[in-house]
Protein backbone atom coordinates (compact mmCIF):
# COMPACT_ATOMS: atom_id res chain seq x y z
CA UNK A 1 0.00 0.00 0.00
CA UNK A 2 2.80 2.47 -0.41
CA UNK A 3 2.56 5.40 -2.16
CA UNK A 4 -0.36 6.74 0.02
CA UNK A 5 -0.49 11.01 -0.24
CA UNK A 6 -1.20 12.96 3.13
CA UNK A 7 -4.58 13.51 2.18
CA UNK A 8 -5.92 10.22 1.10
CA UNK A 9 -5.39 6.95 1.79
CA UNK A 10 -4.05 6.88 5.35
CA UNK A 11 -7.42 7.36 7.12
CA UNK A 12 -8.52 4.10 5.63
CA UNK A 13 -5.32 2.68 6.51
CA UNK A 14 -5.91 3.76 10.23
CA UNK A 15 -9.18 2.40 10.10
CA UNK A 16 -7.77 -0.77 8.97
CA UNK A 17 -4.86 -0.98 11.32
CA UNK A 18 -7.28 0.04 14.41
CA UNK A 19 -9.78 -2.64 13.88
CA UNK A 20 -6.65 -4.94 13.68
CA UNK A 21 -5.33 -3.45 16.97
CA UNK A 22 -8.78 -4.09 18.64
CA UNK A 23 -8.49 -7.43 17.52
CA UNK A 24 -5.11 -8.23 18.96
CA UNK A 25 -6.10 -6.67 22.45
CA UNK A 26 -9.37 -8.85 22.82
CA UNK A 27 -7.16 -11.71 22.03
CA UNK A 28 -5.07 -10.77 24.77
CA UNK A 29 -8.16 -10.82 27.17
CA UNK A 30 -7.98 -7.44 28.10
CA UNK A 31 -11.45 -6.73 27.62
CA UNK A 32 -12.78 -9.40 29.34
CA UNK A 33 -12.91 -7.45 32.57
CA UNK A 34 -15.13 -4.81 31.28
CA UNK A 35 -16.06 -5.12 27.23
CA UNK A 36 -17.68 -2.00 26.87
CA UNK A 37 -14.09 -0.50 26.43
CA UNK A 38 -13.94 -2.59 22.72
CA UNK A 39 -16.24 0.21 21.30
CA UNK A 40 -13.46 3.06 22.70
CA UNK A 41 -10.65 1.27 20.95
CA UNK A 42 -12.12 0.96 18.19
CA UNK A 43 -13.60 4.45 17.94
CA UNK A 44 -11.03 6.90 19.41
CA UNK A 45 -8.15 7.52 16.53
CA UNK A 46 -4.51 6.95 18.52
CA UNK A 47 -2.71 7.74 15.63
CA UNK A 48 -3.76 11.64 16.33
CA UNK A 49 -2.34 11.25 19.57
CA UNK A 50 1.13 10.42 18.45
CA UNK A 51 1.97 12.72 15.53
CA UNK A 52 5.50 11.51 16.00
CA UNK A 53 7.36 8.73 18.00
CA UNK A 54 10.42 7.03 17.89
CA UNK A 55 11.18 3.01 17.43
CA UNK A 56 14.48 1.93 18.84
CA UNK A 57 16.80 0.19 16.41
CA UNK A 58 20.44 -0.40 15.55
CA UNK A 59 22.42 2.46 15.98
CA UNK A 60 19.73 4.29 17.93
CA UNK A 61 16.52 5.54 17.49
CA UNK A 62 14.26 5.95 14.63
CA UNK A 63 11.73 9.06 14.51
CA UNK A 64 8.48 8.12 12.64
CA UNK A 65 6.08 11.11 12.04
CA UNK A 66 3.06 11.74 10.00
CA UNK A 67 4.40 14.72 8.01
CA UNK A 68 7.45 12.98 6.11
CA UNK A 69 7.52 13.55 3.00
CA UNK A 70 8.38 10.25 2.31
CA UNK A 71 4.81 8.45 1.57
CA UNK A 72 6.37 5.56 2.97
CA UNK A 73 7.46 6.62 6.36
CA UNK A 74 3.77 8.06 6.61
CA UNK A 75 2.18 4.47 6.17
CA UNK A 76 4.88 2.72 8.52
CA UNK A 77 4.39 5.67 11.04
CA UNK A 78 0.08 4.44 10.66
CA UNK A 79 0.92 0.66 10.71
CA UNK A 80 3.14 1.80 14.30
CA UNK A 81 0.82 3.74 15.64
CA UNK A 82 -1.83 0.56 16.17
CA UNK A 83 0.49 -1.88 16.95
CA UNK A 84 -0.02 -3.04 20.34
CA UNK A 85 2.87 -2.04 21.73
CA UNK A 86 4.15 1.29 24.01
CA UNK A 87 5.48 3.72 21.68
CA UNK A 88 8.31 6.50 22.94
CA UNK A 89 6.67 9.88 22.65
CA UNK A 90 9.63 12.25 24.11
CA UNK A 91 13.13 11.42 24.38
CA UNK A 92 16.12 13.50 25.87
CA UNK A 93 19.90 12.93 25.38
CA UNK A 94 18.80 9.08 25.02
CA UNK A 95 16.36 9.16 28.07
CA UNK A 96 12.52 8.13 28.05
CA UNK A 97 10.38 10.96 29.17
CA UNK A 98 7.47 10.20 28.46
CA UNK A 99 5.20 7.50 26.39
CA UNK A 100 2.08 6.32 24.96
CA UNK A 101 1.28 2.85 26.83
CA UNK A 102 0.99 -0.38 25.21
CA UNK A 103 -2.91 -0.86 24.38
CA UNK A 104 -3.53 -4.07 25.89
CA UNK A 105 -2.35 -2.82 29.45
CA UNK A 106 -4.17 0.64 28.86
CA UNK A 107 -7.64 -1.59 28.06
CA UNK A 108 -6.62 -3.97 31.31
CA UNK A 109 -6.40 -1.11 33.60
CA UNK A 110 -9.21 0.94 32.21
CA UNK A 111 -11.30 -2.57 32.79
CA UNK A 112 -10.33 -2.74 36.26
CA UNK A 113 -11.33 0.75 37.16
CA UNK A 114 -15.15 -0.82 36.59
CA UNK A 115 -16.45 2.59 35.34
CA UNK A 116 -19.82 3.73 35.99
CA UNK A 117 -22.26 5.86 34.07
CA UNK A 118 -22.00 8.96 35.86
CA UNK A 119 -18.64 8.85 37.67
CA UNK A 120 -15.74 11.27 37.64
CA UNK A 121 -12.48 10.34 36.58
CA UNK A 122 -8.90 11.69 37.22
CA UNK A 123 -6.07 10.20 35.26
CA UNK A 124 -2.44 10.88 36.96
CA UNK A 125 -0.08 11.46 33.76
CA UNK A 126 -1.69 13.65 30.78
CA UNK A 127 0.92 11.55 28.43
CA UNK A 128 -0.14 12.02 24.89
CA UNK A 129 -4.08 12.71 25.71
CA UNK A 130 -5.01 9.26 24.36
CA UNK A 131 -6.27 7.34 28.02
CA UNK A 132 -7.98 10.85 28.65
CA UNK A 133 -9.86 10.59 25.51
CA UNK A 134 -10.90 6.90 26.01
CA UNK A 135 -12.11 7.97 29.85
CA UNK A 136 -14.31 10.77 27.74
CA UNK A 137 -15.42 8.49 24.87
CA UNK A 138 -17.13 5.96 27.68
CA UNK A 139 -18.11 8.40 30.35
CA UNK A 140 -18.22 12.44 28.89
CA UNK A 141 -15.31 14.94 28.31
CA UNK A 142 -17.38 16.85 31.35
CA UNK A 143 -16.67 13.49 34.04
CA UNK A 144 -12.91 13.31 33.18
CA UNK A 145 -9.69 15.41 34.06
CA UNK A 146 -6.25 14.81 33.41
CA UNK A 147 -3.08 16.48 35.22
CA UNK A 148 0.67 16.54 34.18
CA UNK A 149 3.54 18.72 35.54
CA UNK A 150 5.33 19.75 32.19
CA UNK A 151 3.36 22.27 30.65
CA UNK A 152 4.54 20.77 27.15
CA UNK A 153 2.68 17.43 27.70
CA UNK A 154 -0.80 19.33 28.74
CA UNK A 155 -0.10 21.66 25.73
CA UNK A 156 0.20 19.04 23.13
CA UNK A 157 -2.23 16.70 25.15
CA UNK A 158 -4.78 19.44 24.25
CA UNK A 159 -3.82 19.56 21.12
CA UNK A 160 -4.25 15.99 20.22
CA UNK A 161 -7.78 15.89 22.17
CA UNK A 162 -9.40 19.09 20.45
CA UNK A 163 -7.76 16.99 17.11
CA UNK A 164 -9.89 13.94 17.79
CA UNK A 165 -12.56 16.17 18.99
CA UNK A 166 -12.72 14.92 22.92
CA UNK A 167 -12.53 18.77 25.48
CA UNK A 168 -12.13 16.93 28.84
CA UNK A 169 -10.27 19.09 31.58
CA UNK A 170 -6.64 19.29 31.18
CA UNK A 171 -5.11 20.37 34.33
CA UNK A 172 -0.95 21.63 34.80
CA UNK A 173 0.22 20.70 37.67
CA UNK A 174 1.77 17.99 40.47
CA UNK A 175 -0.45 14.73 39.85
CA UNK A 176 1.29 14.00 43.62
CA UNK A 177 -1.20 17.03 44.70
CA UNK A 178 -4.47 15.67 42.67
CA UNK A 179 -6.66 17.93 41.17
CA UNK A 180 -8.96 19.69 44.50
CA UNK A 181 -10.99 22.19 42.02
CA UNK A 182 -12.11 19.38 40.48
CA UNK A 183 -13.02 17.00 43.67
CA UNK A 184 -14.51 14.57 44.33
CA UNK A 185 -13.61 11.30 42.10
CA UNK A 186 -15.21 8.57 41.31
CA UNK A 187 -11.96 6.92 39.82
CA UNK A 188 -8.15 7.67 39.75
CA UNK A 189 -5.95 6.16 37.81
CA UNK A 190 -1.95 6.65 37.56
CA UNK A 191 -0.42 6.12 34.26
CA UNK A 192 3.22 6.62 35.66
CA UNK A 193 5.45 4.65 38.71
CA UNK A 194 5.05 6.14 42.16
CA UNK A 195 7.09 5.19 45.25
CA UNK A 196 3.93 5.41 47.24
CA UNK A 197 0.10 6.59 47.40
CA UNK A 198 0.01 9.83 47.73
CA UNK A 199 -2.77 10.52 50.73
CA UNK A 200 -4.20 13.96 48.61
CA UNK A 201 -5.80 11.06 46.64
CA UNK A 202 -7.32 9.25 49.00
CA UNK A 203 -8.99 12.72 50.76
CA UNK A 204 -10.17 13.43 46.81
CA UNK A 205 -12.55 10.37 46.57
CA UNK A 206 -15.73 9.53 47.25
CA UNK A 207 -16.05 6.17 49.80
CA UNK A 208 -16.38 3.23 47.40
CA UNK A 209 -14.19 4.82 44.60
CA UNK A 210 -11.48 2.82 43.17
CA UNK A 211 -7.64 4.17 43.19
CA UNK A 212 -5.61 2.19 40.40
CA UNK A 213 -1.84 3.03 40.25
CA UNK A 214 1.05 1.93 38.96
CA UNK A 215 3.28 0.71 42.27
CA UNK A 216 6.57 -0.64 42.17
CA UNK A 217 6.84 -3.55 38.93
CA UNK A 218 3.13 -3.92 39.56
CA UNK A 219 -0.43 -2.17 39.47
CA UNK A 220 -2.68 -1.81 42.35
CA UNK A 221 -6.33 -1.07 43.04
CA UNK A 222 -7.55 0.80 46.24
CA UNK A 223 -11.20 0.48 47.34
CA UNK A 224 -11.74 4.19 49.07
CA UNK A 225 -13.10 3.54 52.35
CA UNK A 226 -13.23 7.23 54.05
CA UNK A 227 -11.15 10.36 53.22
CA UNK A 228 -8.27 8.71 55.09
CA UNK A 229 -8.10 5.16 54.27
CA UNK A 230 -8.09 3.00 51.07
CA UNK A 231 -7.00 -0.96 50.44
CA UNK A 232 -6.27 -3.47 48.11
CA UNK A 233 -4.69 -6.11 45.86
CA UNK A 234 -2.45 -5.60 42.76
CA UNK A 235 -3.24 -7.08 39.58
CA UNK A 236 -1.77 -10.28 38.14
CA UNK A 237 0.27 -8.31 35.86
CA UNK A 238 3.53 -6.85 35.48
CA UNK A 239 3.64 -2.99 34.44
CA UNK A 240 6.21 -0.40 33.98
CA UNK A 241 5.81 3.13 33.81
CA UNK A 242 7.79 6.40 33.38
CA UNK A 243 7.76 7.31 36.93
CA UNK A 244 6.04 10.34 38.09
CA UNK A 245 8.56 13.66 38.15
CA UNK A 246 11.00 13.09 41.84
CA UNK A 247 9.16 9.87 42.39
CA UNK A 248 11.57 7.35 41.05
CA UNK A 249 14.00 5.16 43.40
CA UNK A 250 17.26 3.58 41.38
CA UNK A 251 17.46 -0.43 41.31
CA UNK A 252 19.90 -2.18 43.15
CA UNK A 253 23.41 -2.45 41.84
CA UNK A 254 24.24 -6.15 40.87
CA UNK A 255 26.58 -6.19 44.00
CA UNK A 256 23.66 -5.42 46.12
CA UNK A 257 22.42 -9.14 45.00
CA UNK A 258 25.08 -10.77 45.85
CA UNK A 259 24.13 -14.31 47.92
CA UNK A 260 20.80 -14.31 45.65
CA UNK A 261 20.46 -17.25 43.36
CA UNK A 262 20.84 -16.30 39.36
CA UNK A 263 16.96 -17.79 39.04
CA UNK A 264 16.28 -15.37 41.51
CA UNK A 265 17.68 -12.49 40.25
CA UNK A 266 16.09 -12.91 36.83
CA UNK A 267 12.74 -13.44 38.00
CA UNK A 268 10.01 -10.98 37.84
CA UNK A 269 8.31 -11.68 40.61
CA UNK A 270 11.76 -11.65 42.81
CA UNK A 271 12.28 -8.31 41.22
CA UNK A 272 8.70 -7.03 42.24
CA UNK A 273 8.87 -8.16 45.93
CA UNK A 274 12.61 -6.41 45.82
CA UNK A 275 11.39 -3.05 44.28
CA UNK A 276 7.77 -3.06 46.60
CA UNK A 277 10.52 -3.73 50.06
CA UNK A 278 13.34 -1.13 49.09
CA UNK A 279 14.06 0.30 52.38
CA UNK A 280 13.02 -2.31 54.82
CA UNK A 281 14.57 -5.81 53.61
CA UNK A 282 17.27 -6.61 52.27
CA UNK A 283 17.87 -8.49 48.80
CA UNK A 284 18.89 -11.96 50.79
CA UNK A 285 16.19 -11.36 53.53
CA UNK A 286 13.52 -10.50 50.12
CA UNK A 287 14.88 -13.78 48.76
CA UNK A 288 14.76 -15.79 52.33
CA UNK A 289 10.57 -14.90 52.69
CA UNK A 290 10.10 -15.49 48.66
CA UNK A 291 11.39 -18.84 48.54
CA UNK A 292 9.76 -19.75 52.07
CA UNK A 293 6.56 -18.29 50.73
CA UNK A 294 6.48 -20.24 47.35
CA UNK A 295 7.73 -17.52 44.94
CA UNK A 296 4.30 -15.49 45.52
CA UNK A 297 2.63 -13.58 42.44
CA UNK A 298 1.29 -10.32 42.65
CA UNK A 299 -1.81 -10.71 43.74
CA UNK A 300 -0.86 -12.13 46.97
CA UNK A 301 0.61 -8.97 47.54
CA UNK A 302 -1.49 -5.93 48.61
CA UNK A 303 -0.95 -2.64 50.07
CA UNK A 304 -2.70 0.07 53.07
CA UNK A 305 -3.20 3.50 53.22
CA UNK A 306 -4.32 4.81 56.50
CA UNK A 307 -4.99 8.65 57.88
CA UNK A 308 -0.95 8.23 59.37
CA UNK A 309 0.46 5.01 57.93
CA UNK A 310 0.68 3.52 54.19
CA UNK A 311 2.45 -0.08 53.72
CA UNK A 312 2.65 -2.79 51.65
CA UNK A 313 1.79 -6.73 52.49
CA UNK A 314 1.60 -10.34 51.78
CA UNK A 315 -1.35 -12.38 52.11
CA UNK A 316 -3.21 -10.22 55.10
CA UNK A 317 -2.84 -6.20 56.06
CA UNK A 318 -2.60 -7.85 59.65
CA UNK A 319 -0.07 -10.40 58.88
CA UNK A 320 3.21 -11.33 59.23
CA UNK A 321 4.48 -9.90 56.26
CA UNK A 322 4.38 -6.00 55.92
CA UNK A 323 6.64 -3.51 55.06
CA UNK A 324 5.89 0.54 54.70
CA UNK A 325 5.97 2.33 51.74
CA UNK A 326 8.15 5.25 51.41
CA UNK A 327 7.10 8.85 52.99
CA UNK A 328 5.55 7.04 55.66
CA UNK A 329 6.53 7.32 58.77
CA UNK A 330 6.34 4.98 61.53
CA UNK A 331 4.81 2.63 59.49
CA UNK A 332 3.90 -1.19 60.74
CA UNK A 333 7.00 -3.21 60.10
CA UNK A 334 7.19 -7.05 60.37
CA UNK A 335 10.37 -8.56 59.04
CA UNK A 336 10.70 -12.73 57.88
Known amino acids: MGGLGIDHGLD ?67 RGAYEDTPLATRMRDGELLSSSSQPSLMALMLAALRVETGDRVLEIGAGTGYNAALLAYRLGEDHVTTVDLDPEITESARR ?61 ALTVRDAGQAEGHFLHTPA ?59 QRYGVTVGARHAWAWLDEPEGPYAWPLPGSSGARLVEP
Open 12 to 78: DLAASARAAMVRAVEASGAFDGDPGWREAFGAVPRHLFVPYYYVGGVGGFERRWGESPDPRTRERWV
Open 160 to 220: HLAAAGYHPTVVTGDGARGVPERAPFDRIIATCRLASVPRAWIAQCRPGAIVLTPLATGLV
Open 240 to 298: YFVPLRGASRPEPEPAALGGVPHRARESDLFRFLLSLTRGSLEPQEAYALWEREGMPDR
